[in-house]
C-alpha cells in the first residue's frame, strides 16, 4: 500500500494564479482531510469529507475549495492565490472520525509558497 | 472557547533520561486522545491512542496517561535516545462529528 500521496512536493504561484493539490489514499478510507501547517502554528483544517460526494469546512476554509468524487481522491483547490496561503499543506485519512478508528494517516505533504 | 495547549514549544533532554511532554485542554470533554510524532518535513505520524476511562497505556518506551479531572495528558518517553528528537502532537476527538483538533505540537530535543 502507498498509503497516502500527495503531488506536488513544492510549488511555487504568483498572486492570482490557481492550482489544485492531488490527494490519493489506497487505503479505503472514508474520511479525508487537508490541514495546512504554517511555522508554530500547528495544524488547521481547512476541509474534510465523510465520503464520496459529502465534503464540509473546517477551521479556515476560505480561499479553498474541495471536491470528493471517488473514495480514493480529495483535491484541494486554490483559485486565486494570495501570499497569506504560502504554507505547507497535508493530506490525510482515517477509517472513521470516531473511537478506536480514527487515527489519521497523512500525506507527506506540498509546500506552497506564493509570491 | 474550545483550547488544547501543550508545553512549552521545545524541550530539550539528556540521552537516557525521561522526558515528559504535556497536553492540557480546555472546555473540551473528549472521549480520545492520540499522539503523533511529526519529523521536520514530513507528515505526522500516529503513535498512541487512550480512551477516557483509561488511566494509562504503553507501548515499548511510550507512556501516556489521561486525565480528565485534571483535563490532561502526559506522554513520556523513557531512556530517550537522540533519534527521539521529533515534535509531538497531540490531538482530541471533538463533540459531534467533527474531526480531531490538534495542539501546536512541542518540539523535542534529546541530547548524546
Known amino acids: 500500500n502507498a498509503g497516502v500521496t500527495q503531488t506536488p512536493k513544492f510549488r511555487i504561484l504568483k498572486i492570482g494564479q490557481s492550482m489544485t493539490l492531488q490527494c490519493a489514499q489506497d487505503m479505503n478510507h472514508n474520511y479525508m482531510y487537508w490541514y495546512r501547517q504554517d511555522p508554530g502554528m500547528g495544524l488547521k483544517l481547512i476541509y474534510y469529507s465523510v465520503g464520496a460526494g459529502i465534503t464540509d469546512k473546517g477551521e479556515v476554509p476560505n480561499g479553498y475549495n474541495v471536491s470528493r468524487s471517488t473514495t480514493e481522491d480529495f483535491p484541494l483547490r486554490l483559485e486565486l492565490a494570495a501570499p497569506s496561503q504560502t504554507s505547507v499543506y497535508f493530506c490525510a485519512s482515517s477509517y472513521s472520525n470516531r473511537g478506536d478508528y480514527n487515527e489519521q494517516f497523512f500525506g507527506p505533504g506540498t509546500r506552497l509558497t506564493v509570491l | 472557547s474550545q483550547k488544547i495547549e501543550q508545553n512549552s514549544e521545545a524541550l530539550n533532554i539528556q540521552e537516557g533520561k525521561t522526558a515528559t511532554l504535556t497536553c492540557n485542554y480546555t472546555n473540551y470533554s473528549p472521549a480520545y486522545l492520540q499522539w503523533y510524532r511529526q519529523d521536520p518535513g514530513r507528515g505526522p505520524v500516529f503513535l498512541l491512542l487512550?480512551?477516557?476511562?483509561?488511566k494509562e497505556k504503553r507501548k515499548e518506551r511510550l507512556k501516556v496517561t489521561f486525565d480528565t479531572t485534571l483535563k490532561q495528558s502526559l506522554f513520556h518517553i523513557t531512556a530517550s535516545q537522540p533519534a527521539d528528537s521529533a515534535t509531538y502532537l497531540c490531538a482530541l476527538d471533538s463533540p459531534g462529528n467533527t474531526p480531531l483538533v490538534f495542539g501546536k505540537g512541542t518540539r523535542l530535543s534529546v541530547i548524546a
Open positions: 487512550i480512551r477516557e476511562n483509561e
